[in-house]
């Protein structure tokens, strides 16, 4: 049986705080929990509404979650949906752990890149273009935050991301860094390597004075109208289209 | 004086009814009120702190508008940002007008894009890559929603919006249609002319069945990892990208 109790602690998990502490977060929404069902994380509990039990039965049996049919109304007390008539699971994070780079793959650096929104989206753009590696620092939105989660329609559950500091971690890499600046080189005359590390500011500052030295390619976006800039996720999809499609 | 009756009217162009039935909008935020103020629409009232007063005199000075400064406070309970130390201004909005299509520019279609986010998004995109003219399906979201003209930074300033039957005009235009789908020509092989249409689709459904036999030319934006599909405003400015740098 689902315990008040139970409701109450992962209502609890919409709390940053509460999240750390107990190295657990939730996931809402058909997409999401099908795909992280289907992930290699440790799924510990589903709620699941009697429609999206029907359509998903066999992954649900597979699982070695505890599973509760509940109504729509118990998922959005909990969750932080305004309306959600599918399924909600907690599930263990992973530690954060280095990633290895190496020079013929490409990896995403984001410098505090702070609405999770965005991050989610980056995310979804990374998986999108094949990139399963991100660098995050530690100002960056917290990975399991509920809309950077959902913001990555179930990505999340295929990138490895890792919360460091980037100037220590770029320095040990010794690859080529491409950082996107309102002035640089334009992106459709670069010449992209094999692989190497995208570097992409915060929404308001760009990339950090700190980082800027590291930046081995200063990389423009053409501007053909009058906007002062694009969103940081618009951005990076464009640097990642443009770089997958010269390697093609 | 600003008077309370006036700050009760202001808030209440936070409902689409009254901003339909009053024919005005507001705009929050340095940026988007100095963009406002610097434009060619009909700014009725402006509200603004003393720091933005400011940083901003002259062009208040020369604004036919009321000007009042006011608390951060007061700009918060009338706006919809829950922070704001900058302005808020309230403007007429612009009836609903044909836009003349030629074969040598671009024109982006939105067949019921309808989250605030990614049109006010889109808007950016299509302002970097210098296209000025939208046509809406008549579902889409509403031009003048307070989270449209956030999003837009300033851009909806530069362009024109008509909301219409898609259908119809794609007959009348006789232009080419270029229509993001998942199974297309690459965006990478396709050749561009000098104008067109581009036509994005629903963040759920993608293009409508209807409009499907209007579009003359499929495109595909490859795909080299695992996520199911992009982001609208994201695919949007892939599409503009790729326009934009085959005819340079």
Redesign the interface.
């Known amino acids: 049986m689902l315990s008040k109790n139970t409701l109450k602690f992962i209502k609890s998990l919409q709390q940053k705080k509460i999240r750390k502490q107990e190295q657990l977060f939730f996931v809402e929404g058909s997409?999401n929990v099908t795909e992280l069902l289907q992930s290699d994380y440790e799924v510990s509990q589903v709620l699941f509404t009697q429609q999206y039990g029907k359509g998903h039965a066999e992954l649900l049996k597979r699982s070695n979650a505890d599973i509760f049919e509940v109504s729509q109304t118990t998922l959005e007390s909990v969750g932080s949906f305004q309306s959600n008539d599918a399924a909600l699971a907690v599930a263990k994070s992973k530690p954060n752990t280095p990633i290895e780079m190496t020079s013929d793959e490409w990896v995403i650096a984001l410098d505090d890149v702070k609405d999770p929104?965005n991050l989610g989206?980056i995310i979804?753009?990374?998986?999108?273009?094949?990139?399963?590696k991100l660098l995050l620092s530690e100002e960056s939105a917290e990975f399991y935050n509920p809309k950077v989660l959902h913001?990555s329609?179930?990505?999340f559950t295929?990138v490895k991301v890792f919360y460091t500091d980037l100037k220590s971690q770029f320095e040990k890499a010794g690859l080529p860094i491409y950082g996107a600046f309102l002035e640089g080189e334009s992106i459709?005359e670069s010449k992209f390597g094999k692989g190497g590390i995208i570097l992409m500011g915060n929404e308001s500052n760009g990339i950090s004075r700190e980082l800027e030295s590291s930046v081995t390619h200063k990389i423009t976006?053409?501007?053909?109208?009058?906007?002062?800039?694009?969103?940081v996720?618009?951005a990076t999809?464009?640097f990642c289209?443009?770089i997958?499609?010269s390697s093609?």
């Open positions: 997409k929104g989206t979804r753009i990374a998986d999108w273009y094949g990139i399963q913001a329609m179930g990505s295929r459709y976006i053409p501007r053909f109208g009058k906007a002062e800039s694009l969103n996720a618009v999809a464009i289209d443009n997958k499609r093609k």
